[in-house]
């Protein structure tokens, strides 16, 4: 199973950018990128996934050099509301695989 | 808002004791997965079960056991309850298909005296 590597925790300003990087050295061929956001006390809801280049939503962007031993979670203009834990994970391609969680970067937004 | 359902919300026990957890999964889906969140930490995959079938297992002892229903809900049951049991065990619901995700239940809190 591929390792990942997150910061433990990052503060941002309102209205600001935010980039969270993941280092994952030996993903798979097979593996995409995918990443979750989690809440206190909530299940992590599915934010984006990508496989490489680059993937936008609604809600954010996810950047993939081509090695694929990195990728960028980048949450444009955050508000207070992005305020939650923000896991990688490699795989995730199919509904039944199992999931294998960090410890993720813990992101607080200041008002 | 996924549509995947967990009860109870929290739940205090004592050690020894056994507990068993309930999800009922999103519409569509015929898989579940469980997984437990300690303090602080990511969440750990416990087990899989697809078509009423245990379909993979992580690194948890037999006393953590499951079973899926013919409408695909499923329960989690734990005996012999230890102390570091007590977490937040989410359940997510899936297809098989690639391209597709797993939605989380908001969790049962589970506290262990």
Redesign the interface.
Known sequence: LAKTTQPISMDSYEGQEVNITCSHNNIATNDYITWYQQFPSQGPRFIIQGYKTKVTNEVASLFIPADRKSSTLSLPRVSLSDTAVYYCLPGGFCGNEKLTFGTGTRLTIIP | E?G?TQSPTHLIKTRGQQVTLRCSSQSG?N?V?W?QQAL??????IF?Y?REEE??R?NFPPRFSGLQFPNYSSELNVNALELDDSA?Y?C?S??????????????T?LTVL
């Open positions: 996924t995947v889906h898989t997965s997984y602080g930490q990511g969440p750990q995959f899989q697809y379909n993979g992580g937040l989410l997510a899936s297809s098989t298909r690639v391209g597709d995700t797993q939605y989380f239940g908001p969790g809190r």
